[in-house]
């Protein structure tokens, strides 16, 4: 069952006695466990009947009494673990587990791993609980969810747009959220237009987020792409400027991985527009770039550039070089990938 199939079921009033919630990738947990804080009971049901424990600071027992009480002046009550990876002893929950209060709502958030599913708390947990596992968006499946969550908000938003949000938030959905939200709250009216009507261009992540239409990871790459050897060090001399903008520990990982889906084309028997489309997720701008770097490198080029970002990925955390700042070993590294 997804976060979204959680939400819909207590929304119309259909409950199980234990939720447990875990896995890698926090939104979707916080979304379950913030809509259980405040919406499964109603405001003077939860004075009474909302308990909220952390797991770094939970007493297995006290959670479990809390589980066992019965709730006042209502049909339920609410119990919430958050954190609960934190907790001591938590396998300790398992006798509760086998036999839970009917009139108990607990919902578990264990974060950033999952349950040895050897274990005997699992076990138990998968006869009688909702388990959810909460996975990380594939990068490859990354800009199309942020366009489908863009929509979902009432707004459109370009690809160009799309790729500036996906290479500077990198894989963390609640963060791609705040700043999407941020950016409907700046826009709301802004331009004369309903929402619907209203598109996120880069203009707007560029005034409101602070992220550089010109010079970024994606700008960059469409310049080594061209071989625009100008207009590449105007771009890493941008980010010695301003650190945050394209530290190397971010451009060189994105940078590999442009490179190396460019190079699967290769393997690929009809290389035309046509068929690159559905390869990069029919991003236009992405089958552009392609296009150019396979145009301006050939096959030997893109594995020069593979094992150059490799030697100086190596360079960049200090192997074999411990002095040269990051904006050196770009612009150095930069000079040999197109000087050929």
């Known amino acids: 069952m997804s976060a979204e199939k959680i939400i819909s079921e207590w929304k119309k009033k259909v409950f199980k006695n234990i939720y447990w ?21 109603d405001e003077a049901e939860a004075g009474f009947n909302l308990t909220v424990f952390y797991g770094k600071d939970a007493d297995w027992a ?16 609410v119990v919430l673990l958050k954190e609960a990876q934190q907790m001591k002893d938590i396998d300790k929950l398992e006798s509760y587990v086998e036999n839970p209060l009917s009139s108990t709502i607990f919902v578990v958030a264990h974060k950033t791993k999952t349950l040895d599913k050897r274990g005997k708390l699992y076990k138990v947990l998968k006869k009688s609980a909702e388990i959810f596992t909460s996975e990380k968006v594939k990068d490859y499946k990354l800009q ?51 929402a619907d009507r209203q598109e996120i261009t880069e203009d707007d992540i560029e005034r409101y987020i602070g992220i550089s239409k010109e010079y970024n990871v994606f700008e960059l790459q469409a310049a080594i792409a061209k071989k625009d050897l100008a207009k590449a060090i105007k771009i890493i001399q941008y980010f010695e400027g301003n650190p945050k903008a394209g530290p190397i520990q971010m451009v060189l990982p ?4 442009s490179f190396s889906k460019v190079y699967t084309v290769f393997g690929m028997s009809d290389r035309s527009e046509a068929a690159l489309k559905p390869h990069f997720y029919f991003n236009s701008n992405a089958v552009k770039n392609a296009m150019e770097t396979i145009n301006n490198y050939g096959y030997d080029g893109i594995e020069r550039v593979l094992l150059l970002l490799h030697h100086y990925n190596l360079k ?3 192997v074999g070089d411990t002095g ?17």
């Open 21 to 41: 919630l875990e896995g890698e990738e926090d939104y979707y947990i916080d979304m379950v466990v913030d809509y259980a804080e405040h919406n499964i009971l």
């Open 316 to 318: 960049g955390v200090g």
């Open 254 to 257: 994105a940078l590999y991985a």
């Open 144 to 194: 199309e969810w942020i366009g489908e969550y863009v929509r979902s908000q009432g707004y459109k938003i370009n690809a160009k747009a799309i790729s500036l949000l996906d290479e500077h938030l990198g894989n963390d959905l609640n963060r791609i959220v705040n700043e999407i939200e941020k950016l409907a709250l700046n826009l709301k009216g802004k331009k004369g237009l309903p």
């Open 62 to 77: 006290a959670v479990v009494n809390a589980c066992k009480r019965y709730p006042m002046f209502a049909e339920r009550q």
């Open 324 to 340: 040269t700042s990051d904006a050196s070993l770009m612009k150095e590294m930069v000079v040999k990938m197109v000087s050929r």
